[in-house]
Nanobody
Framework: QVQLEEFGGGLVHPGGSLTLSCEAP????????MGWYRQAPGKQRGLVAV????????YVDSVKGRFSLLRDSIARNTVHLQMDSLEPEDTAVYYC?????????WGKGTLVTVSS
């Protein structure tokens, strides 16, 4: 089963920064969208940020101005989520996802903990 590879995550102090990266298999062609969801304890999984194949990005309101989602300029099947000014409310398991061939694929999740 195809699974996305996630990198990054960990413990960071409030106000700090962290970068998450996600790779889809290099042989995949035609990814239509790619991005991140997150699930905090006791809450449903929700969208954080997504980039379409047109390069347009969309963010949940709570992270606008703090998070940036970029597609790697060389490895086109890789995205990076730069997270700045992190808050305790950003603590969650972050899941990468990608859509291609009318299917959605997921990573196994990476934990981000924002705590002093």
């Amino acid at each position: 089963q195809v699974q996305l590879e996630e990198f990054g995550g960990g413990l960071v102090h409030p106000g700090g920064s962290l970068t998450l990266s996600c790779e889809a298999p290099a042989h995949v062609f035609g990814i239509t969208s790619m991005g991140w969801y997150r699930q905090a304890p006791g809450k449903q999984r929700g969208l954080v940020a997504v980039v379409g194949n047109d390069g347009r990005t969309r963010y949940v309101d709570s992270v606008k101005g703090r998070f940036s989602l970029l597609r790697d300029s060389i490895a086109r099947n890789t995205v990076h989520l730069q997270m700045d000014s992190l808050e305790p409310e950003d603590t969650a398991v972050y899941y990468c996802y990608a859509n291609w061939d009318e299917m959605t694929y997921w990573g196994k999740g990476t934990l981000v903990t924002v705590s002093s």
